[in-house]
């Protein structure tokens, strides 16, 4: 029942701090000087480097970067549903 009302009564973000959170990622992207395609291609490539030691839910995979005075990180949060015990050698 309190979930129930917490739900009701809890207000939803105002459409002034989405747009601030989205202008704040397209400034973070403009000064790393990022497309959102290789963004993308980053993001593939990180997936399949991790899935082989790891088996990751890929829906709930973040990439993004972000800001912090001068300097930009990359962000990357991966859920892993398990690590995976018998790994193949990467041929080189």
Do not use: C, W
């Amino acid at each position: 029942m309190l979930d129930f009302l917490t739900r009701l009564f809890r207000q939803s973000p105002a459409s002034k701090e989405i747009a601030k959170e989205r202008l704040r990622l397209v400034l973070v992207h403009d000064r790393a000087n990022v497309s959102p395609e290789l963004l993308k291609l980053l993001k593939d490539e990180l997936v399949q480097v991790i899935s082989r030691y790891m088996e990751i839910d890929e829906k709930g995979l973040e990439v993004t970067l972000d800001t912090s005075e001068n300097m930009v990180a990359l962000v990357a949060s991966i859920p892993v549903r398990r690590v995976k015990r018998a790994v193949k050698a990467a041929s080189v």
